[in-house]
């Protein structure tokens, strides 16, 4: 297990930053999506709502693997990478009720789950220091 620094979770919690989560299904074919509720929901845990139940759902949920990547275009440009193990998704309790309320504010529709994702590995991908490993 590894742990995200303050400043790889506060740009995750960052509502301007562009998120991306990659998985992967049984025959090995990438699925790669846009989240942008993706949020760090503590120094070991990154979850997301899931709004239609698709691809990413059932890669998930066969191969319990996952990618994310959060990135910001200022100047300089900052990015990370989280690698992690997805522990579930959730369809009741305070996490969901967080996000079903943020989503019906942003987007005005419901969610269908709430998935959290175990952190294990943490790298930049900023351009002084793309590939670095941090934790």
Same mark, same amino acid.
């Given at each position: 297990?590894?742990?995200?620094?303050? #400043?790889?979770?506060?740009? *995750?919690?960052?509502? #301007? /930053? =562009?998120?991306? @989560? /990659?998985?992967?299904?049984? !025959?090995?074919? @990438?699925?790669?999506? &846009?989240?942008?509720?993706?949020? /760090? %929901?503590? !120094?070991?845990?990154?979850?997301?709502?899931?709004?239609?139940?698709?691809?990413?759902?059932?890669?998930?949920?066969? %191969?319990?693997? /996952?990618?994310?990547?959060?990135?910001?275009?200022?100047?300089? &440009?900052?990015?990370?990478?989280?690698?992690?193990? *997805?522990?579930?998704?959730?369809?009741?309790?305070?996490? *969901?009720?967080? *996000?079903? =309320?943020? %989503?019906?504010?942003?987007?005005?529709?419901?969610?269908? =789950?709430?998935?959290?994702?175990? %952190?294990?590995?943490?790298?930049?991908?900023? &351009? !002084?220091? !793309?590939?670095?490993?941090?934790?």
């Amino acid at each position: 297990m590894a742990e995200m620094s303050k #400043e790889v979770q506060d740009l *995750f919690n960052n509502p #301007e /930053a =562009s998120k991306v @989560l /990659a998985t992967v299904d049984t !025959a090995g074919n @990438l699925n790669v999506v &846009p989240k942008g509720t993706v949020s /760090a %929901v503590g !120094a070991d845990t990154i979850a997301f709502a899931e709004l239609v139940g698709g691809k990413t759902k059932a890669n998930l949920e066969s %191969v319990n693997k /996952a990618a994310v990547t959060v990135f910001k275009m200022s100047m300089p &440009p900052s990015g990370y990478q989280v690698k992690g193990t *997805f522990q579930g998704f959730q369809t009741s309790g305070p996490l *969901f009720d967080k *996000f079903a =309320s943020m %989503v019906k504010q942003m987007l005005k529709i419901d969610i269908q =789950s709430v998935g959290t994702i175990k %952190v294990e590995e943490v790298y930049s991908v900023s &351009p !002084a220091d !793309a590939g670095k490993k941090l934790s």
